[in-house]
């Protein structure tokens, strides 16, 4: 194929901003779906993505408009899978940068356009939603032409719901993005973005080819990995998996490589004929994770059952990582690494659901370096491995810097939120129509500290947030047991602020309190925190009355039998444990209910 006729390019913006909906017209106005097959959020085909109406996985597909080849990556616009939109960014030449017109410029619309700024892409400015009664269409163009540095006439305004503007749009996208670089008449190399496993042919990479071309049978050969195969396929996204009798440079496709043993295929890696003799691309920067909680299967029998649906889930998701574990109280299982909050419910979700698993998920923490007294030092990635507070001598915890844009009449309330969760402001200023963006720094911790729901519910929801974890500092941190019936459950041991111990402490027995079940006999729900006992909470026993269902006779017959069951459940006290149902976890996890 001609590569001065390719033009490859992405859709990036804040999340809600319209990009699967504008990925819709974009395929209808092209021909791609015919009208009859069309349904809404075509390129998201996860059952998780169209229940919750966001994009999870970035989504390649290629149209053709004019004579000229579009390949689109529709990509996520959720801040815990800015990884997808990253890799995305690397295999294309131009983003198209989505701005809903009820809404303007949002926090996560500045992080996504610096990250297509470093990629050095060409920007296509778009204002969406112009057909919503709502639209302040003149004034957001205004704002994005000033974001920019450009002529208010390059932004482009369209409609995802009715079609407006599309087709000028497409004529945009071939005259403004770069058509990709000829690759000459080389070996065959290209760079893997995305991969996904089949149980019956293996692993299909996702890949950008730079040079030369590649077809079936061909040798190819993974060139980290060190890894040769024979192409069982190659082929193109139409949306779906298509097969072509060749994949040449400047296009995108996959390749079939019949590999079925993990660890092999990685994102970043060059993919190039077995012939080639050059060094590999530069590939990718790795995620490093942000979140940490540890999921255990409900049974232990699901242990192997755990073990190769995280491993499944790993060829389809570069971004988390896992490692085995062991509990006393809940057995083996496996620390998880994820991206966010949002990252971490995704993955277990789809743990549940795909492969029927119930799981047990830890509080979610984060990574803390800690100095013990005796002068050695480690990393902490769980809560119930944090070292006591007498041995500690110092500890460093990674702090973000964020960004938030907000009406100025929701600064009050949010000041006082940033004051709590050890927010400091480093800049503010006014941003567009009646908004301010403030740039300050926070730990990590508190971030996940209930601040998302925090923010939301005192900007009556019009704040946006965007954040990037950029140091460590100092923190004065303690660990925080939860003892049920005298034993400890590290599935509730959590890291909190010095300053907050005892309220956490106190919170976090009041709710255990409220959502336990009551067993036969009396025990104790404590907080442990600074060395003492800090809360507790006694629940009682059911009552049940032995001799309730005897009638007349000697009294003493009655008082015997009640003897008896007090010594039972006293027996029963020393010996018996408390079961904790799977889904007191989930509450206890879920801090807002």
């Known amino acids: 194929m001609d590569s001065s006729r390719i033009r490859n390019f992405?859709?990036?913006?804040?999340?809600?901003?319209?990009?699967?909906?504008?990925?819709?017209?974009?395929?209808?106005?092209?021909?791609?779906?015919?009208?009859?097959?069309?349904?809404?959020?075509?390129?998201?085909?996860?059952?998780?993505?169209?229940?919750?109406?966001?994009?999870?996985?970035?989504?390649?597909?290629?149209?053709?408009?004019?004579?000229?080849?579009?390949?689109?990556?529709?990509?996520?616009?959720?801040?815990?899978?800015?990884y997808e939109v990253s890799r995305a960014l690397k295999a294309v030449e131009g983003s198209l940068l989505l701005v809903d017109a009820t809404q303007g410029v949002q926090a996560q619309t500045l992080t996504t356009l610096n990250m297509a700024r470093e990629g050095g892409l060409v920007i296509v400015p778009v204002v969406s939603k112009i057909d919503s009664p709502l639209a302040r269409t003149s004034e957001v163009i205004h704002e994005v032409a000033q974001l920019l540095g450009c002529d208010p006439s390059e932004v482009l305004a369209v409609s995802g719901k009715t079609g407006e503007g599309v087709e000028h749009l497409l004529d945009e996208i071939v005259r403004r993005v770069p058509a990709p670089a000829a690759g000459g008449n080389g070996p065959f190399r290209s760079l893997i973005f995305d991969f996904q496993y089949s149980t019956h042919i293996g692993i299909i990479v996702y890949v950008r080819a730079?040079?030369?071309?590649?077809?079936?049978?061909?040798?190819?050969?993974?060139?980290?990995?060190?890894?040769?195969?024979?192409?069982?396929?190659?082929?193109?996204?139409?949306?779906?998996?298509?097969?072509?009798?060749?994949?040449?440079?400047?296009?995108?496709?996959?390749?079939?490589?019949?590999?079925?043993?993990?660890?092999?295929?990685?994102?970043?890696?060059?993919?190039?004929?077995?012939?080639?003799?050059?060094?590999?691309?530069?590939?990718?920067?790795?995620?490093?994770?942000?979140?940490?909680?540890?999921?255990?299967?409900?049974?232990?029998?699901?242990?192997?059952?755990?073990?190769q649906a995280l491993g499944r889930l790993r060829l389809s998701d570069a971004s988390f990582t896992y490692e085995e574990e062991s509990s006393g109280t809940l057995g083996k299982g496996y620390r998880c690494g994820f991206l966010g909050m949002l990252h971490m419910e995704i993955v277990t979700e789809r743990l549940?659901?795909?492969?029927?698993?119930?799981?047990?998920?830890?509080?979610?923490?984060?990574?803390y370096e800690v100095e013990l007294k005796d002068g050695t030092s480690k990393t902490v990635y769980s809560p119930a491995l944090f070292p006591d507070d007498g041995e500690v001598k110092g500890v460093s915890e990674p702090i973000v810097t964020m960004k938030i844009i907000t009406p100025p009449a929701y600064l009050g309330g949010l000041m006082k939120a940033l004051y709590d969760h050890e927010g400091e402001i480093s800049a503010t200023?006014?941003?567009?129509?009646?908004?301010?963006?403030?740039?300050?720094?926070?730990?990590?911790?508190?971030?996940?500290?209930?601040?998302?729901?925090?923010?939301?519910?005192?900007?009556?929801?019009?704040?946006?947030?965007?954040?990037?974890?950029?140091?460590?500092?100092p923190a004065d941190v303690v660990r925080m047991d939860i003892i049920v019936n005298d034993e400890p459950?590290?599935?509730?041991?959590?890291?909190?602020?010095?300053?907050?111990?005892e309220l956490e402490a106190e919170q976090?027995?009041?709710?255990?309190?409220?959502?336990?079940?009551?067993?036969?006999?009396?025990?104790?729900?404590q907080s442990k925190a600074l060395g003492r006992i800090i809360s507790s909470r006694t629940i009682s026993g059911k009552k049940k009355d032995a001799a309730g269902t005897l009638s007349g006779g000697d009294i003493t017959r009655k008082m015997k039998l009640r003897e008896k069951q007090k010594e039972g459940r006293k027996r029963l006290k020393e010996h018996g444990s408390v079961v904790i149902p799977q889904e007191v976890f989930v509450k206890m996890m879920r801090s807002g209910e």
């Open 352 to 367: 549940r659901r795909e492969f029927g698993l119930e799981l047990v998920v830890t509080m979610p923490t984060i990574t």
């Open 508 to 525: 976090a027995v009041e709710r255990l309190h409220a959502i336990m079940p009551r067993e036969l006999f009396t025990y104790k729900i």
């Open 210 to 307: 730079v040079s030369g071309s590649a077809k079936r049978h061909d040798k190819l050969a993974f060139k980290v990995a060190g890894r040769e195969f024979e192409a069982i396929d190659v082929g193109i996204f139409t949306p779906k998996e298509t097969p072509a009798e060749s994949l040449s440079a400047g296009e995108i496709g996959y390749i079939v490589t019949g590999i079925k043993e993990p660890g092999i295929a990685s994102v970043g890696d060059t993919i190039a004929s077995a012939k080639d003799a050059l060094p590999p691309f530069p590939g990718y920067r790795s995620p490093r994770p942000v979140v940490w909680a540890s999921l255990y299967p409900e049974s232990q029998d699901d242990l192997a059952l755990l073990r």
């Open 489 to 501: 459950v590290p599935a509730f041991a959590r890291v909190v602020a010095r300053r907050r111990a």
């Open 10 to 82: 992405s859709i990036i913006a804040h999340i809600d901003h319209g990009k699967s909906t504008l990925a819709d017209r974009l395929l209808e106005a092209t021909g791609t779906i015919e009208k009859r097959k069309m349904q809404d959020q075509v390129l998201d085909s996860m059952e998780l993505e169209r229940e919750r109406g966001i994009t999870i996985k970035l989504a390649p597909v290629r149209m053709s408009w004019k004579g000229h080849t579009l390949n689109l990556i529709d990509t996520p616009g959720h801040i815990d899978f800015s």
């Open 429 to 473: 200023e006014s941003f567009g129509n009646d908004r301010t963006l403030l740039v300050l720094k926070m730990p990590l911790r508190e971030l996940m500290r209930n601040f998302f729901d925090e923010l939301k519910s005192l900007s009556s929801g019009y704040a946006s947030i965007s954040y990037d974890i950029t140091e460590s500092r």
